[in-house]
């Protein structure tokens, strides 16, 4: 097998430039293949070089670091309220992007009508303005949730996903330690 100067294969070399007249003919440089057999090659070539996409890195961590960096995250209103904001939230439990984590806040949203709560009560849309480096003030936006707004969340979240994993047994195991706290309550008022 021949290589270059860089000791890469010929196959490497001949789908990196394949990948690079694909580009050059989305970008309008030059013209796209006559022939569909001419173009289907071209992809074809491309194809070793394209590494899989991966969205978000692997998570190493423990399910105690994922909890920690959760009660972490927790926020209080004046009133004493607590809350977390959705930017963390995502990525605590492993979402790269808000355009991949938003719709598990609008299942979220859907599991807390469904529940007959209303969603402005666990779900409160926010805008705030930053300032970057170069100046240009931009406007992000992000929900501040509950705890129970949290819960809904971890459990519409990817649960292929380590932190959205842990956090849904964190969750259950929350619930089974209230459930018994009322239960020993009730008890003790008998």
């Excluded at 990948?19 to 070793?48: C, D, H, Q, W, Y």
Aim: aromatic letters at 8%; proline letters at 5%; hydrophobic letters at 35%.
């Amino acid at each position: 097998m021949s290589t270059d100067d860089d000791g890469v294969p010929a196959s490497r070399q001949t789908a990196r430039a394949a990948l690079v007249n694909i580009r050059r003919m989305l970008a309008g440089e030059v013209p796209f293949p006559t022939s569909p057999e001419a173009a289907a090659e071209m992809v074809k070539a491309a194809v070793p070089v394209q590494a899989p996409q991966q969205d978000e890195p692997p998570f190493l961590g423990t399910s105690d670091q994922v909890m920690a960096g959760f009660e972490g995250a927790a926020q209080r209103t004046p009133d004493g309220t607590e809350y977390w904001s959705a930017i963390d939230l995502m990525e605590l439990l492993g979402y790269g992007s808000w355009n991949h984590f938003e719709p598990v806040i609008k299942r979220a949203y859907i599991a807390c009508n469904q529940s007959g709560l209303t969603i402005n009560e666990h779900f409160a849309e926010i805008h705030e303005k930053v300032d970057t480096e170069g100046g240009v003030e931009l406007r992000i936006r992000d929900v501040n949730v509950t705890r129970y707004g949290a819960y809904l969340i971890a459990q519409n979240g990817d649960s292929k996903k380590k932190q959205v994993a842990f956090a849904q047994t964190y969750f259950a195991a929350q619930t089974r330690r209230q459930e018994l706290q009322t239960q020993r309550s009730e008890e003790i008022t008998e």
